[in-house]
């Protein structure tokens, strides 16, 4: 289970399943949207999908807040385009990937949790993502899945 995780070999031999790749294609297009939306129209992203009140602040502290959300985005964006880079051209490094982004999200969910914002109403965002999550979870689960491995010749 480790070499999968771990291959001696990153070259195009991928051996998990083909429709954790589609997944991971539908993961890595929604976050990259998701991404250039809070690089490129942070304050709608905040205050309508997040639910954050970024109105109540005052304009140097949304100015701040835009600014740091606009930084995540962009570090969100650039780990889309490595998911990218992998995808179509070091599969076998497709699982490893699809663990990293888990712990991220996982992590992430962790700090919010020990350090929330307030939010107001219920804002979409938070299901889409972890719908999000979902995908990923199983794309991971299938990617460690033997589905496209040659099978030894049986002897009969």
Same mark, same amino acid.
């Given at each position: 289970?480790?070499? /999968?995780l771990? @291959?001696?070999v =990153?070259?195009?031999?991928?051996?998990?399943? /083909?429709?954790s790749l589609w997944?991971l294609?539908?993961?890595?297009?929604?976050?990259? =949207? *998701? =991404?250039l939306?809070? *690089? &490129?129209?942070?304050?709608y992203?905040?205050?309508?999908?997040d639910?954050?009140p #970024?109105? +109540?602040?005052? @304009?140097? %502290?949304t100015? %701040?807040?835009?600014? +740091?959300f606009?930084?995540?985005?962009?570090?969100? &964006?650039?780990l889309?385009?490595?998911g990218v880079l992998l995808l179509?051209r070091y /599969? $076998?490094?497709? $699982?490893?990937f699809l663990?990293v982004?888990? *712990?991220?999200?996982?992590a992430?969910?962790? #700090?919010? %949790?020990?350090m929330? *914002?307030a939010r107001?109403?219920n804002?979409p965002?938070? %299901?889409?993502?972890?719908?999000?999550?979902g995908?990923m979870?199983?794309? &991971?689960v +299938?990617?460690? /899945?033997?589905?496209?491995a @040659?099978? $030894?010749?049986?002897?009969?």
């Open positions: 289970m480790l070499n /999968r771990l @291959p001696s =990153a070259d195009f031999t991928y051996k998990g399943s /083909r429709v997944l294609g539908v993961v890595l297009f929604m976050k990259l =949207a *998701i =991404a939306g809070a *690089i &490129f129209n942070g304050h992203a905040a205050s309508v999908a639910g954050i #970024i109105d +109540l602040y005052t @304009p140097q %502290a100015q %701040a807040f835009l600014s +740091l606009a930084s995540l985005g962009l570090s969100q &964006f650039m889309g385009l490595l179509f /599969r $076998p490094l497709v $699982p490893l663990l982004l888990l *712990i991220e999200y996982l992430r969910k962790g #700090i919010n %949790a020990y929330p *914002i107001s109403g804002a965002g938070g %299901a889409i993502n972890w719908g999000i999550f995908v979870l199983l794309a &991971f +299938l990617s460690m /899945r033997q589905g496209n @040659p099978q $030894p010749p049986s002897e009969a």
